[in-house]
């Protein structure tokens, strides 16, 4: 089921859900300029196996409305976003799953709706205040993000034909994958031209780049938080490298991690297996069933 749901500022969000109408609901966020449909169809159909999976495009991606030089917004706006996602298909709470920017937005969740979640699952993230999630400055204990990605990043939002906007993200996919793991670019070429074809158009999406990243310094609230939480570790993640999983986890109140043996910042064929399993081996337990 698609259905477009109105949020503030006069954004409109794409959104499809999938799974037994009757069953707990599991709300997917996506990481920053990034479409809903970057979901894998493997993971999405395997959680909606038990849960009533909802996924949904972010402001300036996919076909929600693209208007931040218009109207532009501060990244806390994107995590009310996913609760008014959530009023809209009617899940009073949620087990809620967030990747790079959206396990950001997670965090935010569990403090500021601790009541809308009946779980929470981040990875490829930093913890509120650290870190891509906090003021930018270097951090002693925490390492940044691969230098390459950064050389790339500064090219992101420039206008490109469609045959080389695809060349673009598949080489920042390549990047994205680390070094551990296969990396097959007719394959993510493949993933680029379907979200292509599903934004209706070739342009790079970039406004979260420029987004207000305030209200962010907020980790020292995360030890409060009682929502279970289980943090994924990504060893060969470029971005969020080793040991910001497990600063993450430390710093989340009750929050345990499980590591994905290979898994960088890009959902590989090879981890979906593995993650999925971590996924409802978490919220099967918190929903009781065996």
Same mark, same amino acid.
């Given at each position: 089921?698609? #259905?477009?749901? +109105?949020? @503030? ?7 499809? =859900?999938? $799974?037994? !109408?009757? /069953? ?49 917004? #501060?990244?806390? +706006?994107? @995590? ?7 009023? =809209?298909? $009617?899940? !009073?709470? /949620? ?66 034909d469609p045959d080389a906007e695809v060349a673009w993200r598949v080489a920042h ?80 109140g009750g929050a345990r991690m499980v590591t994905i043996r290979g898994m960088g ?26």
């Amino acid at each position: 089921m698609e #259905a477009f749901v +109105d949020v @503030a500022d006069g954004y409109r969000l794409w959104t499809s =859900a999938t $799974g037994p !109408a009757d /069953a707990t609901p599991l709300l997917l966020v996506m990481g920053a300029n990034a479409s809903g449909v970057t979901w894998p169809d493997e993971l999405v159909a395997r959680l909606a196996a038990h849960h009533r999976v909802i996924v949904y495009d972010h402001r300036d991606t996919g076909r929600s409305t693209w208007a931040f030089a218009e109207r532009p917004y #501060a990244i806390r +706006d994107l @995590a009310a976003d996913a609760v008014a996602v959530l009023d =809209a298909f $009617g899940a !009073a709470r /949620a087990h809620v799953v967030g990747m790079s920017m959206g396990g950001v937005l997670v965090q935010l969740l569990l403090l500021d709706h601790p009541e809308r979640l009946r779980s929470a699952t981040v990875f490829g993230t930093a913890a509120l205040g650290s870190g891509l999630a906090g003021d930018g400055r270097p951090d002693d204990e925490l390492p940044g993000p691969d230098p390459r990605l950064l050389e790339m990043w500064a090219e992101m939002g420039e206008p490109r034909d469609p045959d080389a906007e695809v060349a673009w993200r598949v080489a920042h996919w390549r990047l994205l994958n680390g070094d551990e793991l296969a990396f097959d670019p007719e394959e993510w070429e493949r993933l680029e031209r379907r979200v292509m074809e599903h934004s209706r158009g070739a342009g790079s999406p970039s406004a979260h780049a420029l987004a207000d990243q305030s209200g962010l310094e907020r980790g020292d609230e995360l030890r409060h938080v009682d929502v279970p939480t289980l943090v994924v570790e990504a060893p060969a993640d470029p971005i969020n490298p080793p040991p910001h999983g497990a600063h993450l986890a430390a710093t989340i109140g009750g929050a345990r991690m499980v590591t994905i043996r290979g898994m960088g910042h890009a959902l590989h064929p090879a981890i979906l297996e593995p993650l999925g399993t971590a996924i409802l081996d978490h919220t099967t337990a918190v929903d009781g069933v065996p």
